[in-house]
Structures are given as structure tokens and as C-alpha cells.
């Protein structure tokens, strides 16, 4: 998916629970803040009573979390009921995932709205700097479905201080993956600087081989 500067890009925060407590998260997880259906509609109305005069491509919904796909019923509601309420405005929708919960249905459904409701995969790179910084998570994702079913759209990689000595190689290893792009390489956030002559060392040399 190529995001253009003619869409508006709205995002809903539809809860703040996840499934993984990956090191570099700055959420606190609280289990009393979940999007009701009623709220998630009110904000779709006033999304698209409220379209900017730019937005000639229509409306990117996005959804944030925690991990968007606990709130995978909202998420469904929202697409029908956005699709029924504005059926002649241009839209498509978006969620950032950390893959591990997609089971069977919820692939066929992604699978069958996938020309307008895009999955963008957060991923790593390599399974021992994913593992690292994701709670060991590698292995619950099922890589080969975001491929197959967006095969255009990349991955977003963040990298803590532990994974910046392996840059390089996972950037690479995600494009030998298959993904063509990364949409984002994202500086973890924590009690630390990243302006620090030490990761700058770092970092230097990664950048030059890459």
C-alpha cells in the first residue's frame, strides 16, 4: 500500500492490551481501555463528515493499539458498518500487527477484504533479534501470509539497543524474505540516548555495509 499526501489518515486507538510485553513498549497495558462499538462509530461519523479539502483520494482508517487484533470483532463492525454508512467515498483501512494472533478465521477475513484492508507486520528482522526484542515471538508468525496476501507492502522494523549491532543483517534478511520495502526503521523508545557516542559506533559501520 502507497500512502499518498491526497488521503486522510485518521487512526483509531481500539485498545491498549497486547499479547507480547516486548522490550522497548511504552504502553501500560490497562485492561479498562478497550473502543466500544458505540465510540468506534461515532468516530468513523465524524471521520467522514469532516474529510479535509486535500483528501482527494479518500480516507485511510488506521488502527493502533496495543495490538489492534484483540479487537478483532471492532475491527470487522467498523469495516462493515464504514462501508454501508459512506459507500461512495473512497476509503481503505490499516493495522499495525505483531502477527501472533492470526488464526484461520481471521486469515480467511483479511484474505477475502484484502484490495482495501491492508496488515502491515511488525517485524525485527532475524529470529534471534526478534526473539531479542519481541518476546519470543518469531515462530508464532506466519511469515509466507503477509507476503502472499500484500505482497507490495513491507514490514516495520524498530531496534533496541541490543539488536543495532545487527542492523545490517536484518535488513537484509528481511528483504531476502521477500518484502520489498521496510516501512519503518523505528528508534526504540527507553531510558536511554540514542545521540550516545556508543551507539553511534554502532551504527555507523551498519549503515556502511548496508
Known amino acids: 500500500m502507497i500512502i499518498t499526501k491526497r488521503r486522510f489518515c485518521p487512526n483509531l486507538c481500539v485498545t491498549h492490551l497486547c499479547n507480547l510485553d516486548c522490550v522497548y513498549c511504552y504502553q501500560n497495558h490497562d ?13 468513523i461519523d465524524w471521520i467522514f463528515n469532516n474529510i479535509p479539502s486535500y483528501a482527494t483520494d479518500g ?3 488506521g488502527f493502533i493499539g496495543g495490538e489492534p487484533l484483540i479487537q478483532f470483532e471492532l475491527l470487522k463492525d467498523v469495516y462493515n458498518y464504514t462501508h454501508s454508512k459512506y459507500p ?7 493495522a499495525t500487527t505483531n502477527g501472533t494472533l492470526l488464526n484461520i478465521d481471521m486469515k480467511q477475513w483479511f484474505s477475502a477484504h484484502r484490495t482495501d ?7 525485527d528482522g ?6 531479542m526484542n519481541r518476546s519470543n515471538s518469531f515462530d508464532l508468525i506466519d511469515i509466507d501470509f503477509f507476503l502472499n496476501t500484500w505482497p507490495e507492502q513491507g514490514v516495520k522494523m524498530t531496534i533496541s539497543p541490543n539488536s543495532l549491532v545487527h542492523l545490517a543483517d536484518n535488513i537484509k534478511y528481511l528483504h531476502s524474505l521477500g518484502f520489498k520495502r521496510i516501512n519503518g526503521v523505528n528508534l526504540a523508545e527507553g531510558n536511554f540516548d540514542w545521540s550516545d557516542d556508543q551507539y553511534i559506533d554502532i ?6 555495509e548496508l
Open 117 to 123: 484492508f491492508v496488515l502491515g507486520l511488525s517485524l
Open 31 to 43: 485492561t479498562q481501555n478497550d473502543m466500544s462499538i458505540e465510540t468506534a462509530h461515532k468516530c
Open 88 to 94: 461512495n467515498i473512497p476509503k481503505i483501512f490499516y
Open 59 to 61: 480516507v485511510e482508517v
Open 203 to 208: 551504527l555507523i559501520p551498519q549503515l556502511s
Open 126 to 131: 532475524k529470529k534471534e533479534s526478534h526473539d
